[in-house]
């Protein structure tokens, strides 16, 4: 299995700041042949199912603001939230989607500081 | 626009057969990939497995001898069976919606369940 290590647990950061989560994969997912990474970001606010923000590790699903940047390659991807809001305090999951069986992160809380 | 709803028992017995059914609503079932997902109260997401609408599956090896993923393309609906339960498979259970050709990231989740597993 690619286990899915995401740092720090939780942080809090001031409205309007930036926020960063790190997602470390136990090994690359990074497909050679068309050279993407199956890594997939979701938000996940108390109550509510996931919800998908970044795929391909950094395309912004339809609807998501600019705040939310994706970016990294093989094994080392980030989660920045450029301008933290109110609306953005949730749990935010890394996914593997390269092979089976589907492996989350741990999760990261992010409240206001 | 695309809805999946989960549906089935809230409470299950130790040692019985939790039983699910996930009925989506604006796309074809036969279109996509489907697939369920368990979150244990205050806990990270689990991937359980997935179906086609061939029949074909895919299971997580750390539950695969008690999963059962079904699927009914006449209904539009695909249902999971989670045998012999323990207080450990409680949790939050929730269908969703593979991307792509099956090898893609969530795309539409259902709200979830609540499965308790107690006497």
């Known amino acids: 299995d690619i286990v899915m290590t995401q740092s720090p647990d939780s942080l809090a950061v001031s409205l309007g700041e930036r926020a960063t989560i790190s997602c470390k994969s136990s090994?690359?997912?990074?497909?050679?042949?068309?050279?993407?990474?199956?890594l997939a970001w979701y938000q996940q606010k108390p109550g509510q199912p996931p919800k998908v923000l970044i795929y391909?590790?950094?395309t912004r699903e339809s609807g998501v603001p600019d705040r939310f940047r994706g970016s990294g390659s093989g094994t080392d991807f980030t989660l920045t939230i450029s301008s933290l809001q109110a609306e953005d305090v949730a749990v935010y999951y890394c996914?593997?989607?390269?092979?089976?069986?589907?492996?989350f992160g741990q999760g990261t809380k992010v409240e206001i500081k | 626009q695309v809805q999946l709803q989960e549906s089935g028992p809230g409470l299950v017995k130790p040692s019985e057969t939790l039983s699910l059914t996930c009925t989506v609503s604006?796309?074809?079932?036969?279109?996509?990939?489907w697939s369920w997902i368990r979150q244990p109260p205050g806990k990270g997401l689990e991937w359980i497995g997935y179906?086609?609408?061939?029949?074909?599956?895919n299971y997580n090896p750390s539950l695969k001898s008690r999963v059962t993923i079904s699927i009914d393309t006449s209904e539009n609906q695909f249902s999971l069976k989670l045998s012999s339960v323990t207080a450990a498979d409680m949790a939050v259970y929730y269908c969703?919606?593979?991307?792509?050709?099956?090898?893609?990231?969530?795309?539409?989740w259902g709200q979830g369940t609540l499965v308790t597993v107690s006497t």
């Open positions: 391909w590790a950094s």
């Open positions: 969703a919606r593979v991307s792509g050709s099956g090898n893609g990231f969530f795309d539409f």
């Open positions: 179906i086609y609408y061939s029949g074909g599956t």
């Open positions: 604006g796309v074809s079932i036969t279109t996509y990939y």
């Open positions: 090994q690359s997912v990074l497909y050679s042949s068309n050279n993407k990474n199956y």
């Open positions: 996914q593997q989607y390269y092979n089976t069986p589907r492996t």
